[in-house]
């Protein structure tokens, strides 16, 4: 009996083992999980998929990571420097420290992915009888 309780015992270690070693396998990088953070809080939705920025929202893409931090912390802290960046207030409440690190992290190093994030528009239109 306490043979087998030892068994499962070394069994469950072994199992805990395979865990962590599985979650450290697909442990992510600080830019891979900004660009999650970034499309699963809806940024894209008005900064851009790219963070490029449209209309009256900012481009956020290889800006200072020092300036894009200070902004999401104040914003956190419910400040806004106008009454256009009051939007931001909401989108920033829940960050944590850790994710307006991977944020401004993916942001600033942010690379553009061809045909990953962005709809490729490139294709030049050929032969549409315009003469
Ligand atoms: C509903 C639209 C909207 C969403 C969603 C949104 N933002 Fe913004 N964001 C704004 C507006 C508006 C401003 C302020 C523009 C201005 O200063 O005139 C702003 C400003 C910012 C700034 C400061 C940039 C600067 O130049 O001052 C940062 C950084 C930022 N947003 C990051 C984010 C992040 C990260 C998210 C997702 C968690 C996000 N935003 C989601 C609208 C949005």
Do not use: W
């Not at 490029?52 to 956190?76: D, I, Q």
């Not at 256009?84 to 989108?91: D, R, T, V």
């Not at 420290?97 to 030049?124: C, P, R, W």
Request: with cysteine.
């Amino acid at each position: 009996m306490t043979l087998i309780i030892n068994n499962q015992g070394l069994e469950l270690r072994f199992l805990f083992l395979l865990f962590f070693i599985i979650l450290y396998a697909h442990a992510k990088t600080p830019y891979q999980m900004g660009k999650t953070l970034y499309m699963e809080k809806g940024c894209y939705s008005c900064h851009g998929n790219n963070a490029e920025g449209m209309h009256v929202y900012p481009k956020l893409a290889n800006r200072a990571k020092g300036f894009l931090t200070y902004k999401l912390s104040r914003f956190r802290d419910k400040i806004s420097d106008n009454q256009q960046q009051e939007m931001m207030i909401a989108f920033a409440m829940g960050l944590s420290d850790a994710d307006i690190d991977n944020l401004t992290t993916f942001l600033y190093e942010f690379v553009e992915e061809k045909n990953g994030m962005k709809y490729d528009d490139s294709h030049k239109g050929e032969g549409d009888g315009g003469s």
